[in-house]
Nanobody, 124 residues
Framework: QVQLVESGGGLVQAGGSLRLSCAAS????????VGWFRRAPGKEREFVAA????????YYADSVKGRFTISRDNAKNTVYLQMNSLKPEDAAVYYC?????????????????WGQGTQVTVSS
């Protein structure tokens, strides 16, 4: 069983940056792929970024490629999402999730454990 807690969300102006953190406890976090997803009001949850167990393999949604960077520190059981050049359309609740596999995918239903989410608001 893995527990996840996201933090780092908040209000930022368009063009600004935020860094989200996902702290894990329980389970063997360092063996698992981790993903970030988001859900905007009135929309379904969507994939944002993911990485494999050691961070060597990363995937990004086209909408965030070149602006967001996912990384992890297994010594701290933490995954990060650095978000730069934020746009109003990036506003959403951001969730991290763990897949019980070393390799990530972009599919929501491939992830087993989920955090409660952290709100990101981008003002124009």
């Amino acid at each position: 069983q893995v527990q996840l807690v996201e933090s780092g969300g908040g209000l930022v102006q368009a063009g600004g940056s935020l860094r989200l953190s996902c702290a894990a406890s329980g389970g063997t976090f360092s063996n698992y792929a981790v993903g970030w997803f988001r859900r905007a009001p009135g929309k379904e949850r969507e994939f944002v970024a993911a990485l494999n167990w050691n961070g060597a393999v990363t995937y990004y949604a086209d909408s965030v490629k070149g602006r967001f960077t996912i990384s992890r520190d297994n010594a701290k059981n933490t995954v990060y999402l650095q978000m730069n050049s934020l746009k109003p359309e990036d506003a959403a609740v951001y969730y991290c999730a763990v897949r019980e596999n070393t390799m990530p995918t972009m599919r929501i239903n491939h992830y087993t454990y989920w955090g409660q989410g952290t709100q990101v608001t981008v003002s124009s």
